[in-house]
DNA sequence: TTTTTTTTGTTGCAACCGCAACAAAAAAAT
DNA sequence: ATTTTTTTGTTGCGGTTGCAACAAAAAAAA
């Protein structure tokens, strides 16, 4: 649990007296099953444990389309969704353990002496960092070409680790789905930035090629 | 001041005595000012009262790139930027005026009995608006072709607006850096989609067309 | 009102990219 | 250790899109 983001800097006891005082229910679900539904008026919060979950909007044929996906440590519900007026609803997309709780109990919480800064803190901190990620996966996006996208993203990740040679932190496969392009053409893009002596590239480690 | 979402449900004496009790400072930029530099070690925040202000990148070649832009109502600053480590600025993109704080200064006035719970639900709603905002450009922008991200744009705001006739809230021009596409290839794609009898478009009046 | 700037609309062309389909390699599961 | 699943690597083809360049319309500024 302390490994939890919004957790960060906190006792053992001091998530303890949380949940209690939060008046946290912790629940496991199995892959496809329901976790919230009629987000819109509720003011449950979730905040994802273990596993992964998807918001998903339901259009008024049925069919389910997925919005966004929650991961370990991610805040999801009512308060933390969108604008628009239809049906959303919180499922599993694998096994996994939502610690629940309620929107005005958690600003409530932040009058607590003990941890209340903490956490206080530990949520925006969460927010803040999803902002980063989404900026980061927009700038990428914004990109024309597959190989300035690529070479963004191998920037970012040179930036990050402050080394030309970096290992990906993730599959070509889902490099290719972050990136939002065919994953042939962008492998046929690798080995054209390969050709023209840019990048090096074995398996998942990159190396960028000053000259 | 009222209408900048941060001060959200706030009176003007609440407003007030946010100011003088978080120690803030207004102040105004020309275009091109530099607002903040050295962002990295900064706990000074930033929320925009007026214009419009852009985060940029100084690489070691001095090469200015923008990272992201802030508007009316926005909050920046070093605690919600990046991970990386390189030099962030931030500087005036138009006439602006800016309203200062120092970030432990907004945590600990969440304690304040009258304004402190309303402030810190306004900051979080200002942060998840902008994460939804976000998420929406980042559903459009995963849309392979031009046709799926005016489609998918088009939905978006069909729902917003619960009708299937809508205005577009921006100039094709701006719509087309939204969608990080071509101007002309747009252009042309709208011009299919109205022959395809899927849109109609006059100006920035879209109907989209079931049958 | 006139001038200037921005936006819209259009087209040819070449490069780019998505798609389909497949084989080999690697990783994960049994 | 063997089977199954996932990932990687490759290619031809045709549709899509970025680019350049321009004219007309609309909006904003003078």
Partial sequence: ??????????????IEDIIKTL????????????IMSNLKRSNEIGIVLDGEVSL????????????????IGDIF??????DSNEELSII??????ILFTDYNQL?????????????????????????NNYNTRIEVLTKKTIRDKL???????????????????MTLTALSEYL????????????????????EINGKRVTLIYR
């Fill in 77 to 82: 519900g009512g308060k933390f969704s969108d």
């Fill in 107 to 131: 600003i409530k919480g932040q009058l607590n002496k003990t941890w209340g800064e903490q956490l206080n803190e530990n949520i925006m901190e969460q927010l803040v960092s999803k902002i």
């Fill in 151 to 169: 070479l963004e993203y191998f920037h970012i990740l040179e930036k990050r680790t402050s080394s030309t040679s970096f290992m990906l932190p």
């Fill in 180 to 199: 939002a392009v065919d994953r042939s053409a962008m492998q046929r893009e690798l080995k054209n930035l390969k050709q023209d002596g840019i990048i």
């Fill in 23 to 34: 008046k946290c229910r912790k629940l496991s679900f199995k892959k496809g099953m329901t």
């Fill in 1 to 14: 649990m302390e490994n939890i983001g919004i957790f960060y800097n906190l006792t053992s006891n001091d």
């Fill in 56 to 71: 998903v909007r339901i259009d008024f044929y049925g069919t389910l389309s997925n919005v966004s996906t929650y991961y």
């Fill in 92 to 97: 599993a997309s694998k096994q996994s353990t």
